[in-house]
């Protein structure tokens, strides 16, 4: 079981006794605030057995720490201790490399439990591996990367959930890297698009929804795989045998209900291994990415469940990615039908920022590009150039009035050293309740602070309804010229954000006259050490010594809709 919905954490702690190699475990939708670490960076990544668990502080005793290592998923058998601060602790037997950890969480479903992990060589002395984790959305495991380690113990600091003070751990998991010298073929650090020669389906199906019509590219509602009944596949064979590392699924009526399901890969179509397991796709009809234990496989099968509404399993369109033998391409899947294009309502109900009719960012007829250093829009108390779309001013109303969807997948192409925010939801006054950014600087936190390097850290900052506080969720990293898929949905209030595996659902703080924008809002900002310029006079004068030539943001596969 593996990686998906790591998020923000507060602190419950658990110890963990690691011995021998366990079996893969299942992965669940997940994501979280984690250090910079690529968990497949090592040439040889495995879960471990945990000899033992157990607990320094009080626990109901029908729920000892044991229940967390009896590979029972059952909501009887788990741990719970009442308090904040309280916590778990696994002895992994000797000292191994520790990279992830894998838990399920009584509850899941209904409420986030928040949560730091610790480690230890020796049991007494602790370092910190992972704070502010956030787990939801699914009673299966979550993963969630750590600062690598060396280390025999593991603890989880339980901080309560969002209904209680209550931590609860269902089941909890351990893998890590022992290094070899010898490179083997699993190793890949990349995220190569891979190529799918064909879709099957051993399933009976609707016959005007065919399983080719899973990897057509096109994200049109008609273009879809429909079969149902719990436990209905279909199966991607895969041009070459490659490493499988994280796959990306559209679901026909994303946007209004859940689709649950199972990822399983394959050498020869025969012998399967699950890869993710007790899934959940909600929140857009565009593309969710989802992080899958890496295999090498030759096939990829998805094992549909139903959805919240139906039986049926309905997908629209499917992307596997990894490492191929072979360069492969990575082709968009094609809008919608034009007549009831998503372009179209943008057209209609945003105005531009910046540019107006000599730099226009509509490109096609599902395609949108934004320059900041050709638009050199200023608007008041602005932090930099931008070239934006934003809502009508007619249509603005408060953030727990509005339902809105958008998804699209973003490319940006920005000079080293560049801070963009690409889309965010602005308040009626001068606040902002959401901004998505893309950042080469050196903020404390974020995935990469190396500033200047090439390497852009995604993350998102929600000003959350308790206290007007802000919550803040790294997405991951990318370099210029890669594209991420974005969505970006408000639910009167409720938030729910997504991109490169990892994902949020918060409720924000309201505003009358909320409004959505996305585009390209450069941010007059020094790389390293943070200096902002609030005047328009230096922002030129800073750009050029700053070595920025480059900044234009392309949003294509949009998806928007408004109720």
Known sequence: MLTLLNNSLKSMSVVLALVGSVSAMDTVFAAAQVPSFNSNSCSSSQFYSISSASSNESYNPRYSPSNVIDDSLAEQSRWSSKGRGNSIILDLGRERRINNIHAAWHKGTIRQSYFDVETSANGSSWSTVLTGAIAQGSLGYLSFDLQPSSARYVKIVGQGNSVTSWNSITEVQISGCEETNTPTSGRCNRMDNLAIDRATSPDSHNQNYSPSRAIDNNLGSDSRWSSKG????????????????????????????????????STNNQDWQTVLSQATAQGTR????????????????????????????????????????????????????????????????????????????????????????????????????????????????????????????????????????????????????????????????????????????????????????????????????DSFNLTLNNNRGDVFVSALGKSTRLRVSNSDGAYLKFG????????????????????????????????????????????
């Open 230 to 265: 719990s436990g209905r596949s279909i199966t991607l064979e895969l041009s070459e045998r490659s490493t499988v590392r994280r796959i990306a699924t559209a679901w026909h009526k994303g946007d209004i209900r859940q689709a649950f399901f199972d990822v399983r890969t």
């Open 286 to 481: 565009g593309m969710i990415e989802f992080d899958v234990l890496q295999s090498d496989a030759n096939f990829v099968q998805i094992i549909g469940y139903g959805n919240s509404a139906s039986p049926w399993n309905s997908i629209v369109e499917v992307d596997v990615f990894g490492c191929g033998e072979r360069e492969t391409v990575d082709t968009p899947p094609t809008s919608p039908p034009s007549d009831n294009s998503s372009i179209e309502r943008i057209r209609t109900l945003f105005d531009l920022e910046g540019g107006d009719n000599d730099l226009t960012p509509y490109r096609d007829n599902n395609t949108l590009a934004f320059n900041a250093l050709a638009a050199r829009h200023v608007t008041p108390n602005g932090n930099g150039w931008r070239h934006e779309l934003k809502i009508r001013q007619s249509l603005r109303e408060a953030m727990y009035e509005t339902i809105e969807n958008f998804s699209a997948r973003i490319t940006p192409r920005l000079s080293p050293g560049s801070k963009t925010i690409v889309a965010q939801y602005h308040g009626g006054d001068t606040g902002t309740l959401v901004k998505v950014y893309v950042s080469d600087t050196d903020e404390k936190g974020r995935d990469d602070v190396n500033p200047a390097d090439g390497v852009f850290a995604v993350y998102v900052r929600l000003r959350t309804d308790s206290s007007d506080s802000e919550t803040i969720l790294d997405l991951g990293t990318i370099r210029s010229g």
């Open 520 to 563: 390209n809002y450069l941010q007059a900002q020094e790389p390293a050490g943070g200096r902002k310029y609030s005047d328009d006079d230096d922002w030129a004068d800073f750009y050029n010594s700053a070595g920025f030539s480059e900044s234009v943001v392309t949003f294509s596969n949009i998806s928007y809709n408004r109720n």
